[in-house]
């Protein structure tokens, strides 16, 4: 099946530092990624929508200049989040759609980038 | 708006067969899927219901009902691997994003 991956796995940093997330999908090309934020035994939350060469939706309660998307080619969307502070401490996750996917095709979800701020 | 519930947790015994619930307040979506998540790892799709009726996959099989409002995931002979947590997401128009339901998590006993 098609492969997403994110970069980095894991991250410790400092209260105050930017972290930015890689997410790539390797073997096919996203037109959209989705990124999602889940806290320990909670549900996935859509954070926002990111298209390949246009402007991030995000979803009502998620701080666009907080957490800034790029989506600058159809295999790469990044999530970079500034200021860290320790409630921004969460798994994040990345989801890929495959351009070349009908209405009933899946999301393909990467492994996940844990982050743990200080 | 959207609301996806899901009960919390459930026991089982290995080869016992167990049945997530998943009823939604929303229209206009295309369907309803199911997902897989270990602790610590990312969801892995198992099945998807564009239309009303039963999806098999081997020993999943998952169920849609639009007019209810409803759908489960009927997990048979359970396997200690499949003690994970289960997600149901209804996925919607024009973008395809997903809204998750809270989640069931499954635990498989000798």
């Known amino acids: 099946g098609a492969v997403v991956s994110q970069h980095p796995s894991r991250v410790i940093c400092k209260s105050g530092t930017s972290v930015k997330i890689e997410c790539r999908s390797l073997?096919?090309?996203?037109?959209?990624m989705f990124w999602y934020r889940q806290f320990p035994k909670q549900s996935l939350m859509l954070m926002a929508t990111?298209?390949?060469?246009?402007?991030?939706?995000?979803e009502q309660g998620v701080e666009k200049d907080k957490f800034l998307i790029n989506h600058a080619s159809l295999t790469l969307s990044t999530l970079t989040v500034t200021s860290a502070h320790p409630e921004d401490s969460s798994f994040y996750i990345c989801?890929?759609?495959?351009?070349?996917?009908?209405?009933?095709?899946?999301?393909?979800f990467g492994p996940g980038t844990r982050l743990l701020v200080l | 708006g959207q609301s996806l519930e899901q009960p919390s947790e459930v026991t089982a015994v290995e080869g016992a067969i167990v049945q997530i619930n998943c009823t939604y307040q929303t229209s206009g979506f295309y369907g309803l899927s199911w997902y897989q998540q270990h602790d610590g790892g990312a969801p892995t799709f198992l099945s998807y219901n564009a239309l009303d009726g039963l999806e098999e996959t081997g020993r999943f099989s998952s169920f849609l009902s639009r007019s209810d409002s409803y759908g489960y995931l009927l997990l048979q002979e359970l396997q200690m691997k499949d003690s994970a947590s289960y997600f149901c997401a209804v996925k919607y128009y024009g973008n395809n994003r997903l809204a998750f339901g809270k989640g069931n998590q499954v635990v498989v006993i000798p």
């Open positions: 989801s890929a759609r495959d351009r070349c996917g009908g209405w009933g095709e899946t999301q393909y």
């Open positions: 073997d096919f090309q996203a037109t959209t």
């Open positions: 990111s298209n390949e060469g246009s402007k991030a939706t995000y």
